[in-house]
């Protein structure tokens, strides 16, 4: 059983539709989850993060963590052309040394249609 | 520029070549990181680095080689390329702390044939 679990998609909407991603995880080490978005042969980048369990709300984005389920979810809202990518939970648990090693899920391919 | 820079971006080699893969980041971060994304695994760390002089292996280590002589530079080195080799390579770095972004270069595409 992999670390981080992810559906791959592809997932479909309409313009000004409400997305939900979302990713379950099962080592209770982990400390920080956060959602990468990459957009067709580029490197990923970092959207959102959070720490604690609940939400946090940056623009259009919401990130929830629900740590006594082991559940993260990212909600787009009024979702745009410009959002189609792959997002990409990734959970953090601490290096030896004070780095962070990042867990990847497979990643959601995401596509807003006009 | 200022950033994460990888090259070469495209690569095309032969089974049982050696191929090096190079990272360059001008932020003086400490940590240094080599992943590769394949369709239904997403990304897994093969290497990881937290200064000069001090890697260690991350989830996919097998067949692959790392250095780290100076802060800005993380190379990666299949030192005989198979098939199973055929990813795109990320590298990435951040500074060190509880927690720190970690900032994706745009990855190098290699085919082993």
């Known amino acids: 059983q992999k670390e981080v679990e992810q559906d791959p998609g592809p997932l479909s909407v309409p313009e000004g539709a409400i997305v939900s991603l979302n990713c379950t995880y099962s080592?209770?080490?982990?400390?920080?989850f956060m959602w990468y978005r990459q957009y067709s042969r580029k490197g990923p980048e970092l959207l959102m993060y959070?720490?604690?369990?609940g939400n946090k709300e940056d623009g259009r984005f919401t990130a929830q963590v629900d740590k006594s389920s082991k559940y993260i979810s990212l909600f787009i809202r009024d979702s745009q052309p410009s959002d189609s990518a792959t997002y990409l939970c990734?959970?953090?648990?601490?290096?030896?040394?004070?780095?962070?090693?990042?867990?990847f899920g497979t990643g959601t391919q995401l596509k807003v249609e006009l | 520029d200022a950033g994460i820079t990888q090259s070469p971006r495209y690569k095309i080699t032969e089974t049982g070549r050696q191929v090096t893969l190079m990272c360059h980041q001008t932020?003086?971060?400490?940590?240094m990181f080599w992943y590769r994304q394949d369709l239904g695994h997403g990304l897994r760390l093969i290497y990881y680095?937290?200064?000069?002089?001090?890697?260690d292996k991350g989830e996919v280590p097998d067949g692959y080689v790392v250095s780290r002589s100076k802060t800005e530079n993380f190379p990666l080195t299949l030192e005989s390329a198979t098939r199973s080799q055929t990813s795109v390579y990320f590298c990435?770095?951040?500074?060190?702390?509880?927690?720190?972004?970690?900032?994706f270069g745009p990855g190098t595409r290699l085919t082993v044939l």
């Open positions: 990435a770095s951040s500074r060190s702390g509880p927690y720190n972004e970690q900032f």
């Open positions: 932020w003086s971060h400490s940590y």
């Open positions: 080592n209770s080490a982990f400390q920080y």
């Open positions: 990734a959970m953090s648990s601490i290096l030896t040394g004070g780095g962070n090693k990042l867990t």
């Open positions: 680095s937290a200064a000069a002089d001090i890697t």
């Open positions: 959070t720490y604690s369990s």
